[in-house]
């Protein structure tokens, strides 16, 4: 049993910028050596996301649309940036992957992406750690 | 320290279809021989979810019709399915439970439950996964 | 590698109180002698969750009006919590969260707190699960 990590590191471009981390993350849980265990995403901030979900343009499209519904963007008591914290709690900022002969074992419309919701382009970093044997 | 993983395989009957797996996932965590550690629940799928919460027919009718107002049927770039892919982002396509003495650490009213939410019915995977001592 | 284990016990003062458990939590990953791995923070119960956020008192102010607005009080067939259940739904009961050098690897902004979702005040337990080296 070991545990391995890195840190992701990039540039998003603004709200709601979706950044597809797939690859990286597979790649991440290939240098761990890890053939079967726990692979944890996870976004050391209060105002991204991390989605496990089919990245197609529309598809997210429709993302942006329902977290303006369900969480507009004004009328907050919290300055500047309630929204994108409201809509982090929502999406979740953590999610937890099985690995299984040193690959995700992830579905074939399944993809990871950070989600910026914070209010501006920002440079992010994401903890992947992978527990197992 | 071990891991140990089964798939449970299953149908569903259609969208919100809710399929209460809980004695599957605890058999799966004792068959393991793991006393103590974390059992992840996973669905390798876009298109559904997993809730850890109480098993009652009025509540889950509740639960189908907050999902339905939250995320409307229609309305959405993404063909046909962009409600499923919405919803499962919002529940969660994974959940994470401590196990101790080799039981699931559950409270009283917690049963773990796939939630269908897919516009059909679908043959279904969800990979458990467990490790620990 | 190893397991370890607290649980935490606490009061909450009614619906919608939030507790903040980040020194607890951290106070138990260091008792763990656990240096590099995963910390699970898991509720035992249907209508409590655990967020992962900035601990402002405007910000909870705008996460309780949110709540109520995507999931209102009343109109329901679950008796008298079917809200505290939906609510505990959509921000998830549980957060896995990376540990290195024992610590949380948590972001500035980034607290643990527990929200008392049900309709009265409670004594509550969250399960504290450090896996690792």
Redesign the interface.
């Known amino acids: ?3 391995y ?1 890195q840190v992701l590191e990039f540039e998003t471009s603004g709200e709601l910028d979706i950044v597809d981390i797939t690859d990286e993350v597979e790649s991440i849980v290939a240098s761990s050596g890890i053939k ?3 692979c ?1 995403v ?6 991204g996301a991390i ?4 990245n ?1 343009y ?2 997210l ?3 942006k649309r ?1 977290l303006a519904k ?2 507009p963007n004004t009328g ?4 500047v940036n ?1 929204r994108s ?2 809509r ?11 690995v ?1 002969n040193g690959r995700l ?3 074939t ?2 993809q990871i992406m950070f989600v910026e919701l914070d209010t501006h382009a920002r440079h992010r970093k994401v ?1 992947v ?1 992978v ?3």
């Open positions: 049993m070991k545990v990590e079967d265990g726990i944890l996870f976004v050391p901030g209060a105002t989605i496990v979900n089919e197609d529309h598809l499209e429709d993302l329902i369900l969480v907050y008591a919290h300055p309630a914290h409201l982090a709690m929502l999406l979740g900022n953590n999610q937890a992957l099985p299984k074992q992830l579905g419309w399944q903890i750690k527990v197992g044997d």
